[in-house]
């Protein structure tokens, strides 16, 4: 990795920065657009070009299409020129994506087995686990140049503190995470990683504005504003979760009353299932809950997934109230797109309906009428592949 980036410094070391951070977030640029973008003449940027490719940061990807006249070459970055990996920490398991240099993914690790817990021991385990799983799958990891972590809950991404899982003020998770790889972490948190990976997915190299809403035990939301990722002055935005919507007496995690979250996510939805079983109504979770048995949420997508009406009558519910807040959400912000993920967008087809329904009833025809409202095109490969790509991000924003 050294050898790369010392490739960047000596002369035009400024404009070669420069076009490393624009393809990263564009596919590929001709010389002229790139002469066009720096402000300087086409004969550099050919020779500053030229050296780059040399040095193994571009490639020739092409012609651009062109109605008449000769068609221009294009360029970008080389995906030979290393790897990133991204890991997704859920509740009991990671999910891992490698992408390339251009950020394709070439491989995609799911659902390893794994608890992370708030010591450092479990760190250490973390790590060892990641790479063993990786070597297993052939990454060579010589060519890795940064890995990303999605946690859940707050995160601060700039000082690596996350505090779900907070060791102490001298002892920021992403530095114990650094040293286990040997690599700088980038730490972020989990719904802000899934709505960048999304973005990429939808809207690569423009400036949109997404809204990804991540529904699994809890409900965190992800916001990306004129192409970049939104934090709020402390690093904390997106707590959609705990926004005070509901009078319904139920008590959050968070320790309020009325929180979003109690209406509107995977712990509600096992809730409401569960209190309705405690009213005698009939569910193929029924001899589970007879016989004292834990039903997981697990359970109850299976069982939503089996047509158990009483389980997709409770999805319907957490649509409806879910559909209340993105009508705020579009009111409020008027977004190209507003995403569903997270666990609970595998019960697509009882979610959606209510939710949609809800958007039409309370927001504003003339403000919603823009906003494509869908499910991730990414499921649950969102995380990684958004912590992937935000470590590339990284890397490149700090040779730049």
Same mark, same amino acid.
């Given at each position: 990795?050294? !050898? ?17 951070? =624009?393809?990263? /977030? ?9 002469? +066009?973008?720096?402000?300087? #003449? ?23 299409? /062109? ?5 221009? #070459?294009?360029?970008? $970055?080389?995906?030979?020129?290393? /790897? ?34 708030? !010591? ?14 990786? #070597?297993? %799958? ?19 991404? @700039? ?7 907070? =060791? ?23 719904? @802000? ?8 997915? #939808? ?35 997106? &707590? ?19 929180? $979003? ?12 299932? $569960? ?21 997981? $949420? ?14 997709? &009558? ?6 409806? !109230?879910?559909? +209340? ?23 697509? +087809? ?20 823009? !906003? ?15 912590? /992937? ?10 040779? %730049?």
């Amino acid at each position: 990795m050294e !050898t790369l980036l010392n490739n960047i410094n000596g002369r035009y070391a400024a404009e070669k920065k420069t076009i490393l951070a =624009l393809c990263s /977030s564009h596919e590929s640029y001709s010389i002229q657009d790139l002469a +066009r973008e720096l402000g300087t #003449s086409i004969p550099k940027v050919t020779r500053i070009v030229a050296e780059m490719i040399q040095e193994g940061f571009l490639v020739d990807t092409g012609k651009m299409e /062109s109605a008449t006249g000769r068609r221009p #070459s294009l360029y970008g $970055l080389n995906p030979a020129a290393g /790897s990133f990996v991204g890991i997704d920490v859920n509740r009991d398991s990671l999910m891992v994506a490698v992408t390339n240099f251009s950020g394709r993914v070439t491989r995609m690790l799911e659902d390893i087995p794994f608890v992370l817990r708030n !010591t450092e021991d479990s760190v250490a385990d973390f790590c060892r686990c990641v790479q063993e799983k990786l #070597s297993e %799958a052939g990454v060579d990891k010589s060519l890795i140049r940064g890995y990303g972590v999605n946690l859940t809950g707050r995160v601060n991404h @700039r000082t690596g503190y996350s505090y779900s899982y907070f =060791l102490g003020e001298e002892k920021p998770i992403a530095q114990l995470l650094s040293a286990g790889f040997g690599h700088h972490v980038a730490v972020e948190n989990d719904s @802000r990683a899934m709505a960048y990976g999304e973005y990429m997915s #939808s809207f690569p190299g423009s400036e949109g504005n997404i809204l990804f809403l991540n529904v699994g035990w809890g409900l965190g939301m992800g916001m990306v504003m004129d192409g970049k990722l939104y934090y709020g002055k402390s690093g904390f935005s997106g &707590e959609i979760g705990h926004f005070p919507l509901l009078d319904n007496n139920c008590v959050c995690q968070c320790g309020k009353v009325g929180c $979003l979250e109690t209406g509107a996510s995977g712990s509600a939805l096992h809730r409401i299932v $569960l209190e309705k079983l405690s009213d005698g109504r009939s569910s193929l979770l029924s001899p589970l809950f007879k016989e004292g048995k834990e039903i997981s $949420l697990g359970n109850i997508l299976d069982a939503v997934e089996r047509e158990d009406v009483l389980c997709i &009558e409770c999805v319907e519910q957490v649509g409806a !109230t879910l559909g +209340r807040a993105v009508a705020g959400l579009i009111n409020v912000f008027n977004p190209d797109m507003v995403v569903i993920g997270g666990r609970l967008s595998v019960t697509e +087809r009882y979610l959606m309906p209510p939710l949609r329904g809800a958007v039409n009833r309370l927001s504003l025809n003339l403000v919603n009428s823009d !906003t494509l409202i869908k499910v991730s095109r990414l499921g649950k490969t969102a995380g990684a592949i958004g912590a /992937s790509l935000l470590s590339k991000n990284l890397l490149l924003s700090e040779i %730049a």
